[in-house]
Every structure is written in structure tokens, then in C-alpha cells.
């Protein structure tokens, strides 16, 4: 006889946890079976009744041509705006995003010639009414497959009332705005280059255009700083007084000016502020020595990302020396003049 050894699943004495997540995402399956669910509980309604009353945070979609599917470009733009808005409706805001679509212009109007190509058909004889309506229609189509293929990305928003630039109650706004200008005589007919497509019979868009690289004609400008906008009312006298959180490094940018440069110099009476950046390491500086007398002179107290300062010396034909460095808290404590 021979003795039989006994075998143990040892596998059964031990207790492990359980759960009923498969070993698999299975997410080709999974994400449409989701995106279903939010639609057949209303999501986005849900949403907006639960954030009803809230602080808005709107976020404005810029809207993609509705001439064909989707792409990569898109998708990333979308997605970028959705995490943004979910984020802003999870920190206590009603960030209602209503998606658009641009429906005007010629990458529709190419599309439809493109049809009209295939079947023969020369546009010139297509009564203009008609070319419209299929335009329209055209656009409408695409609006509905983008907005089926944005959502199947995921993306949460107003999808069954977006705005449109076809939409007439647009157009009529605009040309209600436009007759306010007529209205107001600042309404009037002059002359002005624009660039004109012959074969389309209509005016064309920096982005229809193509052209060779060129440099532009910059400036450079200087805004004097004005004040600290840290400053605290004295309980005393009632005047203004610096915040004494203020170091006393930062009173040295009251004798200065914030250097910037600009393509369209046309545009700086219109200014409302100057943007600056955390990520980027700005000095203060000192002019030392000047070349002419229509530039900064010497004793002057300049503002510059540090990684463009050799540059705007040597264009202002100065010699400059830097005192310290700025941070971004500093920057944003300014109020500058122009």
C-alpha cells in the first residue's frame, strides 16, 4: 500500500478583499454606455438646478467652422474647456457652458462649391437665395454630428440649445447694433485695403490668406509707475498709507517704468493693463549710459523681463545695470500710467 498525501488549497484559506470592478476597463464599451447614462438622467439640467443661485463662471466657446467631423485640434480645445468648467462647478460656481458653432464664411461656402463641382453644377448660375439656404443646411448637418462627437468625448454643456452665427435672431442683433452706429452718425462710407478673393466675390481674412514671413516695425514703450495699489486707508486721518506688509525694496519701483513692445502702437490708448507672468524672471534696472537724448537717460529706472533686457538696451542704444530682482507679487502691486 502506498500512503496518499493529502492536498491543500491553501488559496481558500486566505481572505482577500472582493469587489466587482472587472480586471478590465473595457472602456470602448464602457464610455458610451456612461455618456448614455448622463443623457438619460439629464446631467447638464441637473447641474444647473443644483448650482441655481451660485456665482456664474461663464465660460465663452469659440466656435469651431461646422464643416466636417471632428478632429484632433478639436478635441483638445474641447476637453481644455470642459475640465475647466467642471472644475469651476466643483469649486462652488454655476458654470453653465453653452457650446457654438461658427457658420459663416468660406470654409462652408467651399464645401458646397465643392459639391457643386462634382455634379457639374456652375456656382455663378445657382441663384444666390438657394446657395444660402444650402449653406445653412449644410452647416446645420455638421452641428449636429460635432455635437454628437463632442459629447461622445465626454464633454458636458448645453447641447441642445448652442448658439450659432446662422441663428436669425443673431443676425438681426447685428444688424440692429449697426443701425444704432448709422443712427448715431458714426456710421460712414470711406475707402480701405482689404484683401479681395476674385473667384469668391468677397472679402478675406488674415487666416484665408497666405504670404510670405516678414518682420514687423516693434516699439518699445515705457509706463511710469504711479502707485503701490497695496495701500491701506490710516484709521487716524483717513488718508492713504502704505500697507506695512509693503518691504521697503518695493517703494524703489515707485521712481521706475514698466518697459513693454508692441507691433500696433496705435493700440496703446486703449490699454487697460500690462500682463506679466510668474514663470518669467523680471529686474530692475538702471540706465547708465545713453547714446542720444530721445531714449532713456541716464538715472532712469527700468522694468524688464530679464531675458530681454541685453536686447532693449541694445535697441535703445543704452548701457544698463541691474539693481534686484522683481517677483510677481511685486509686479501685481502696481499701478502704472500711460
Known amino acids: 500500500m502506498t500512503d496518499t498525501v493529502e492536498t491543500i488549497d491553501y488559496s481558500k484559506t486566505l481572505y482577500l478583499p472582493q469587489t466587482d470592478f472587472p480586471m478590465r ?18 446631467l447638464y439640467r441637473k447641474l444647473r438646478e443644483n448650482a441655481a443661485g451660485r456665482e456664474k463662471y461663464v465660460l465663452h466657446d469659440g466656435p469651431p ?66 446657395f444660402r439656404k444650402e449653406c445653412r443646411e449644410f452647416a446645420a ?24 452665427t ?6 438681426a442683433r447685428i444688424a440692429g447694433e449697426l443701425l444704432k452706429f448709422a443712427m448715431s452718425g458714426q456710421l460712414y462710407r470711406g475707402s480701405k485695403p482689404v484683401m479681395w ?41 483717513g488718508q492713504p498709507a502704505l500697507d506695512p506688509k509693503l518691504t521697503q525694496t518695493s517703494l524703489d519701483l515707485l521712481e521706475a517704468h514698466v ?39 541716464p538715472g532712469e529706472k527700468l522694468i524688464f523681463a530679464d531675458a530681454l533686457a541685453d536686447e532693449a538696451a541694445a535697441k535703445a542704444k543704452v548701457t544698463m545695470k541691474r539693481f534686484r530682482s522683481i517677483s510677481a507679487e511685486e509686479l501685481g502691486s502696481l499701478t502704472l500710467s500711460h
Not at 476597463?25 to 439629464?42: N, T, Y
Not at 448645453?158 to 450659432?164: K, S
Not at 446662422?166 to 443676425?171: G, I, N, S, Y
Open 25 to 42: 476597463a473595457g472602456l470602448p464599451e464602457k464610455e458610451p454606455l456612461l455618456v448614455k447614462r448622463w443623457q438619460d438622467i439629464d
Open 197 to 237: 478673393s476674385v473667384v469668391e466675390r468677397t472679402a478675406l481674412a488674415e487666416a484665408e490668406v497666405e504670404y510670405q514671413d516678414y518682420e514687423s516695425d516693434t516699439i518699445w514703450a515705457k509706463f511710469p509707475v504711479v502707485s503701490l495699489a497695496r495701500q491701506v486707508t490710516n484709521v487716524e486721518d
Open 259 to 297: 518697459v513693454i513692445w508692441t507691433t500696433t502702437p496705435w493700440t496703446i490708448p486703449g490699454n487697460r493693463a500690462v500682463n506679466y507672468s510668474p514663470r518669467i524672471n523680471y529686474g530692475l534696472y538702471e540706465v547708465t549710459a545713453a547714446e542720444n537724448a530721445f531714449g532713456p537717460q
Open 166 to 171: 446662422m441663428a436669425f435672431h443673431a443676425e
Open 141 to 164: 448637418h455638421w452641428i449636429k454630428v460635432q455635437g454628437g462627437e463632442f459629447q461622445r468625448l465626454g464633454v458636458v454643456g448645453d447641447f441642445d440649445n448652442p448658439y450659432t
Open 65 to 130: 467652422y461646422a464643416n466636417g467631423n471632428i478632429h484632433i485640434g478639436h478635441a483638445l480645445n474641447k476637453i481644455l474647456k470642459d475640465v475647466i468648467t467642471r472644475s469651476f462647478q466643483m469649486r462652488g460656481y454655476d458654470s453653465n457652458y453653452v457650446p457654438g458653432w461658427d457658420c459663416h464664411g468660406l470654409p462652408i461656402e467651399w464645401k458646397i462649391e465643392e459639391q457643386y463641382r462634382a455634379k457639374g453644377k456652375n456656382k455663378d448660375e445657382v441663384p444666390v437665395n438657394e
